[in-house]
């Protein structure tokens, strides 16, 4: 399985918001905010003050997508 915070992006630019805003307001690292970039894996408690910034549910900003299946 994999993940995807194409949504996240999305609604930064609908809240016109940069990822350094969102960087700042929700606490988190460079580091962390660069495994975003990279739809990997972070913390529960960083997607949850993410949610609380941006006033929203955490299937608002990620998706967890299913493992592709080699046929």
Do not use: F
Request: proline share 3%.
């Amino acid at each position: 399985m994999s993940i995807s915070y194409n949504k996240l992006w999305k609604l930064l630019i609908d809240k016109n918001m940069s990822k350094t805003d969102l960087r700042i307001k929700a606490d988190i690292g460079t580091a962390t905010l660069a495994k975003l970039g990279k739809n990997q894996p972070v913390s529960m408690d960083v997607l949850m003050r993410i949610c609380g910034v941006l006033s929203c549910n955490i299937s608002e900003v990620m998706d967890v997508l299913p493992a592709e299946v080699d046929e």
